[in-house]
Nanobody, 121 residues
Framework: QVQLVESGGGLVQPGGSLRLSCAAS????????MAWYRQAPGKQRESVAI???????DYADSVKGRFTISRDNAKNTVYLQMNSLKPEDTAVYYC???????????????WGQGAQVTVSS
């Protein structure tokens, strides 16, 4: 089974930066794409950033120019560098990975435990 462990959340002042990490472990055969989602109080979960197996990226308009998604294929880890943070960025951030377990015949949709990011003065 594939497991995702997130780290890097915390409290930061507006204009500050944080970097989230999400490490995938287990008998991973292949990763199709990795992504970050977030859910703020009173809002539905939304896609923040996506990176494909080929390295293509996509961002929500609200974070474009401020956030950067990247990955380390050797470590099966995806990162979200968040700069110029705003109070509106406050949310629980979830790592999402579509991957195939080495012992499985189908793709699976895996989620991290969530990382709280709070932007406040």
């Amino acid at each position: 089974q594939v497991q995702l462990v997130e780290s890097g959340g915390g409290l930061v002042q507006p204009g500050g930066s944080l970097r989230l990490s999400c490490a995938a472990s287990g008998s991973i055969f292949s990763i199709l794409r990795m992504a970050w989602y977030r859910q703020a109080p009173g809002k539905q979960r939304e896609s923040v950033a996506i990176i494909s197996s080929g390295g293509s990226t996509d961002y929500a308009d609200s974070v474009k120019g401020r956030f950067t998604i990247s990955r380390d294929n050797a470590k099966n880890t995806v990162y979200l560098q968040m700069n110029s943070l705003k109070p509106e960025d406050t949310a629980v951030y979830y790592c999402n990975v579509i991957a195939r377990d080495a012992g499985a015949a189908t793709w699976g949709d895996y989620w991290g435990q969530g990382a709280q990011v709070t932007v406040s003065s």
